[in-house]
């Protein structure tokens, strides 16, 4: 299977993370999008809150665009697409062509998203073509390792999003449940600890949001 360097490891996990960042931030924010434009000026100020971002934004209009479309801003969907790109362009190699095809189209249809009329049916094309990413992953990546490596990063987020939205109790245990699967297939360092813990956590009812997203950013060694 071979020795996957420290450089490739680092950049297969972040391919993960900001892949489905993009994917679960532009779910979140189509969810809300009736509600942020046609609610309080509060409500994208809550969405930030959540993330743990900054609120920069005059307005709602402004929030819909800069905070979906400005490659500058670095908390911006846009941005986090091009942190994914700029990863799988530098893991042809390990990923393959076809693999990363789906994230260079991801970035083609957030270009048209950004300049349409409705940017919600063209930013639904990049949720399409991050799925088509993964599921050529799936089948296109013959390295376990390297298969392993980009899911953890994925389920980290996924689990650090979920806990800041508060999604339901079972979603957050399932992904748990995922993690901790698919680190003990792969060599990745990990903290023992720190994952029996949020296996733990899940088991405890009501769920400690906050405490589970401290716990997950720490997993993995470094």
């Known amino acids: 299977m071979g020795i996957i360097s ?10 993960g993370r900001y892949s489905e960042r993009v994917y679960t931030t532009i779910l979140l924010f189509s969810r809300g999008y009736d ?4 609610g309080p000026q509060s409500d994208y100020a809550t969405f930030c809150k ?16 800069d905070y979906c479309f400005n490659k500058d801003n670095p ?13 799988a362009i530098l893991l042809r190699q390990d ?7 789906y994230i260079q189209l991801a970035i083609y249809e957030m270009n048209k998203a950004k300049s349409s009329d409705a940017p919600l049916i063209e930013l639904q094309k990049v949720l399409d073509n991050i799925m088509a990413f993964w599921g050529m992953a799936e089948d296109n990546i013959g390295n376990e390792q390297i298969r392993n490596i980009l899911k953890i990063g994925k389920r980290i987020e996924r689990i650090d999003l979920f806990s800041r939205f508060k999604r339901p109790e079972a979603d957050i245990s399932r992904e748990v449940n995922r993690l901790t699967a698919r680190l003990v297939r792969t060599s990745i360092p990990y903290r023992k600890e720190n994952i029996d813990h949020l296996n733990d956590l899940i088991n405890h009812f009501p769920i400690n ?5 401290e716990e997950v950013d720490t997993v993995l060694e470094e």
Request: proline fraction near 2%; charged fraction near 25%.
């Open 50 to 65: 959540k993330l743990d971002i900054p609120d920069i934004y005059t307005c709602c209009d402004d929030f819909s665009t």
């Open 35 to 38: 509600t942020m434009i046609d």
């Open 6 to 15: 420290l450089e490739t490891t680092n950049r297969l996990y972040w391919l």
């Open 95 to 101: 990923i393959g062509s076809d693999t990363l095809s």
């Open 75 to 87: 908390d911006s969907i846009y941005a986090n697409l091009v942190r994914a790109y700029d990863n």
């Open 209 to 213: 949001y906050a405490k589970i997203i």
